[in-house]
């Protein structure tokens, strides 16, 4: 059995333990009404867009999410947050130190004893959602489970979703799709693009992401039979009747009819939380994976951090 399977099944508990930790750390996290910058890589980044995009919309203040690499570092925050799995990654490690004794940074990390942990202001640790596979699901969920926490957002209710999506049916076989384009409006943008990159990693997989409003200018095109459309969150009007004319299946937790519908019976409640929903994909991207004769505990041409010269 992949290490990843049982890491993705081991989220919900993940991010319980998260909800009782963010009080704790309260006071290395952004405040209200503080103008907030947040980074990361790959995966990392993807968790930072989703964080923005709900802290913003909570009226918490201006928050702006970022590449490591590509931070403005003229622009003035009021505090830097850093999320980073092995605390070694070259390009958060390099920014952690140029902003040394500027602005204030938190680095929220699985290694507690990395050298990101001695960079930065104050340091998150969550040893407990760390995991041995190259391709990142709990951490960086949990990282931004604990984020939300902080937010005020009901991590009991999340957890309860989490529960349904790691042992619901997948929505479609793997073995029968030559493509995948996901979506999102607003903070679910970062899920879609962190979906397809759960396919492009495990799988080597042909899989894009877009956001959903985005959808029909232009990438709609590349929609056919045996290609999918995923999109977490709301999605606009008319979007399903658009992807059913190209031949293309639709999986959406919030759309009935021919389509998805995950249902939380845990909670009592309907749909689940799209991040509950990234469960379904990361599963599906690893059961792409062993479908086509891959390890995705092996993923090619990766490392579990980049580290450069």
Same mark, same amino acid.
Request: with cysteine.
């Given at each position: $059995?992949?290490?990843?399977?049982?890491?993705?099944?081991?989220?919900?508990?993940?991010?319980?333990?998260?909800?009782?930790?963010?009080?704790?750390?309260?006071?290395?996290?952004?405040?209200?009404?503080?103008?907030?910058?947040?980074?990361?890589?790959?995966?990392?980044?993807?968790?930072? $867009?989703?964080?923005?995009?709900?802290?913003?919309?909570?009226?918490?203040?201006?928050?702006?999410?970022?590449?490591?690499?590509?931070?403005?570092?003229?622009?003035?925050?009021?505090?830097?947050?850093?999320?980073?799995?092995?605390?070694?990654?070259?390009?958060?490690?390099?920014?952690?130190?140029?902003?040394?004794?500027?602005?204030?940074?938190?680095?929220?990390?699985?290694?507690?004893?990395?050298?990101?942990?001695?960079?930065?202001?104050?340091?998150?640790?969550?040893?407990?959602?760390?995991?041995?596979?190259?391709?990142?699901?709990?951490?960086?969920?949990?990282?931004?489970?604990?984020?939300?926490?902080?937010?005020?957002?009901?991590?009991?209710?999340?957890?309860?979703?989490?529960?349904?999506?790691?042992?619901?049916?997948?929505?479609?076989?793997?073995?029968?799709?030559?493509?995948?384009?996901?979506?999102?409006?607003?903070?679910?943008?970062?899920?879609?693009?962190?979906?397809?990159?759960?396919?492009?990693?495990?799988?080597?997989?042909?899989?894009?992401?877009?956001?959903? $409003?985005?959808?029909?200018?232009?990438?709609?095109?590349?929609?056919?039979?045996?290609?999918?459309?995923?999109?977490?969150?709301?999605?606009?009007?008319?979007?399903?009747?658009?992807?059913?004319?190209?031949?293309?299946?639709?999986?959406?937790?919030?759309?009935?009819?021919?389509?998805?519908?995950?249902?939380?019976?845990?909670?009592?409640?309907?749909?689940?939380?799209? $991040?509950?929903?990234?469960?379904?994909?990361?599963?599906?991207?690893?059961?792409?994976?062993?479908?086509?004769?891959?390890?995705?505990?092996?993923?090619?041409?990766?490392?579990?951090?980049?580290?450069?010269?």
């Amino acid at each position: $059995m992949a290490f990843v399977h049982d890491e993705i099944a081991s989220q919900p508990d993940c991010w319980r333990q998260a909800a009782l930790l963010a009080p704790t750390v309260a006071e290395h996290l952004p405040r209200p009404g503080q103008r907030v910058a947040v980074v990361g890589c790959g995966t990392s980044w993807f968790m930072a $867009m989703a964080y923005a995009g709900l802290r913003e919309a909570a009226g918490h203040g201006e928050t702006d999410a970022f590449q490591a690499s590509e931070f403005p570092v003229g622009r003035r925050y009021d505090r830097l947050v850093a999320i980073t799995r092995s605390g070694t990654t070259t390009e958060v490690l390099d920014l952690l130190a140029a902003l040394r004794g500027q602005v204030p940074t938190t680095v929220v990390v699985g290694d507690p004893a990395s050298p990101a942990v001695a960079l930065a202001s104050a340091a998150v640790t969550m040893p407990f959602a760390d995991e041995r596979s190259v391709v990142q699901t709990r951490f960086a969920t949990t990282a931004l489970a604990l984020l939300r926490a902080h937010l005020g957002d009901n991590l009991g209710e999340l957890a309860a979703d989490a529960e349904v999506a790691a042992r619901a049916p997948l929505p479609i076989d793997p073995a029968g799709i030559e493509q995948v384009t996901f979506l999102g409006r607003g903070w679910t943008v970062g899920l879609a693009q962190e979906a397809a990159l759960k396919c492009r990693e495990a799988a080597g997989f042909w899989a894009e992401a877009y956001p959903a $409003m985005d959808y029909r200018h232009g990438p709609i095109a590349i929609a056919a039979p045996r290609r999918l459309v995923w999109a977490f969150g709301e999605i606009p009007e008319g979007l399903a009747e658009a992807v059913a004319a190209t031949g293309a299946r639709l999986v959406h937790s919030r759309t009935h009819g021919c389509h998805t519908v995950l249902t939380s019976w845990a909670a009592g409640r309907t749909p689940v939380d799209p $991040m509950a929903d990234l469960i379904l994909a990361q599963r599906f991207a690893v059961d792409l994976a062993t479908s086509r004769g891959l390890d995705p505990d092996a993923p090619r041409h990766l490392s579990r951090s980049v580290v450069l010269a």
